[in-house]
């Protein structure tokens, strides 16, 4: 393995009843917000439960965060908490909040301009509001680690940053509170975490043999859990080990001293711009597509991939590696989740836009040792026609 | 899997070269003692590279940390921090050195009276001096987590404790200084890792996947692993892969909502406290006798450990945990860690004074569910006379 770093200071508490605790982990005296989304907290008793352990806080409440958080959203909850000087954050909810709180909370006290310039220039993020998260959607990882991904409405574009101060300062999981999910939910959460791992196990070997079993430990268990959470949502047993997965699926550790990939995201993120397709659907389309067209380059972990997560142990190299890539297909589609462009009535002109909008950003080569070129994309992109 | 929280602050720097961020790592005009065990870090290199980073700072060295480290050495240093109001400590060798430096940061403003009250009473633990390790032996995983294990020459006892504030600040791995440990102590880090592991892992299943194969990731990198590093401990890949799964192992993670066992480490302490034989061969002395004397009540995970690790497949489940035992004490046989009492001279007379010990101390129901009893205790030692 490569020389590495690994950093991970945030606290999680998992599983029922930790939003008891909430009293304790805000700092008593904090002017509070609570931040949360299209109102999922009002039916899965999230609200209550966070209204009576925080009795006694100053509270104010910021909903109506969208899926894909936008700037333009997040910006309104910036100017309230300027406004009310409220110095802790509270994020209730999926992904989508959680990436919006860390932009809010790294907004409000950025003073060098616009805070977009966070996300189009890595402007640099000094500190940021602290906040605490409370997780009811097992999916993106965000809960443990320093990502967030934002989009701008205005521009149609989509982008991340990553910086220090948005660790959350702790993370409640709830895997009861997920039990009320929409079956589609569901399914886009596991086939979210199930690409966080691919973008950093299936490369090139490196002799990392823990971070590829981590990896694999991660998939395997997708595999076999993901179907009983998909057709039962409040399995509550499955639906913790889907919530764990998709935490350790992004928290830095299978990534430490391996190299990465990502641009299945930097693809799939552009199919969100233009389309609005659910981030883990657009996941789904590529991922398959960009395995067929660097299958030569990237055989030796698709055959490990075929071998260990699939028990694929006959056959070619060759076969394995397309048995593997076969298997992913189907498991995403037996979770409803469609992985051709047509499945979303996007054509061909759409490939044309992404690959001119990679060449007109310079965008020339990406991902593991560059793979992914305007030319990769193109191909990747039609192989999923 | 059952409730639970997980934190870890332990910034991690790993491979070649990161001793060169220590000047980062210790914040300017911090007073430094540098503490070390038996003058390896003058061989290996450890020594020059620190004095060359932390060149300008004040910098104070206590030498002769002894394997399983004794209260009494330990108090010397905290002496001469005192003294000399020094701020920062710098733990630089393998376990025994950071588990002493984690006894001393709390000691040193502990002002409850004696310090060894940390240990043989539970005194709170409010703050400590706070400290960075550089880790040149892969063993203990001290170096990712808040727990030490401190002797007491006088009364022969050895006691642990585990506490936030002795989490290490930072802790540098490096395989490289590794490379030119005796084979016996590598043997010796192999073993304990492992055992670190089955505590863990070896007791009822709670339908925690991640977890588990966390954990056989581990063992199983550390069987394919271990031997090379034995056979050539400067294999650097080899020892890169051995330090990652020693501090995975006790780092807290595969711990998460799982039962634990620890009753191997309880009463193979007290084969050290009487014999002064390592740490790790005690363990492997200890672990096949309880597994034998359990095999019933631990059955399923005998199993479940028979398939995923050591690949058996045949046979039915009492001969399956059968093979996983034999395989195990094998294992360790290989690393030429004997796992008979009569490798070590140590005769029948000493299980009775382990057996009375218990149950002068109370001590008669221990680790997963209570099944540690000192019946068991003289069942599991008899097993390996």
Known sequence: MKEFEFYNPVKVLFGKGQVTKLNELIPAGSRVILIYGGGSIFKNGVYDSIKSSLKGFDLTEFGGIEPNPTYETSMKAVEIIRQKKINYILAAGGGSVIDATKFIAAAVPFNDGDPWKILSEEAEVKEAVPFGCILTLPATGTEMNKNSV??????????????????????????????????????????????????????????????????????????????????????????????????????????????????????????????????????????????????????????????????????????????????????????????????????????????????DRKWLSMGDRGLTTPDTTRKALECQL
């Open 150 to 359: 934002i989009s701008r409405k205005s521009t149609e574009e989509k982008l991340a940053f990553s910086v220090t101060p948005v660790f959350p300062k702790f993370s409640i999981l709830l895997p009861d509170a997920a039990g009320t999910l929409p079956q589609k939910q569901v399914a886009n959460g596991i086939v979210d975490a199930f690409v966080h791992v691919t973008e950093q196990y299936l490369t090139y070997p490196v002799n990392a043999p823990i971070q590829d079993r981590f990896a694999e430990a991660i998939m395997i268990t997708l595999i076999e859990e993901g179907p009983k959470v998909y057709a039962k949502p409040d399995d509550y047993e499955a639906m913790s080990n889907l919530m764990w997965s998709a935490t350790m699926a992004l928290n830095g550790l299978i990534s430490c001293g391996v190299p990465g990939d990502w641009s299945v995201h930097s693809i799939g993120h552009e199919l969100t711009a233009f389309h609005g397709i659910d981030h883990a659907r657009t996941l789904a389309i590529v991922l398959p597509g960009l395995w067929k067209t660097l299958k030569e380059e990237k055989k030796a972990k698709l055959v490990q991939y075929a071998e260990r997560v699939w028990g694929v142990k006959t056959g070619s190299d060759d076969e394995k590696a397309d048995a593997a890539i076969e298997k992913t297909e189907k498991f995403f589609r037996s979770l409803g989740v469609g992985t051709r462009l047509s499945d979303y009535g996007v054509k061909k002109d759409t490939i044309d836009r992404i690959v001119k909008r990679f060449e």
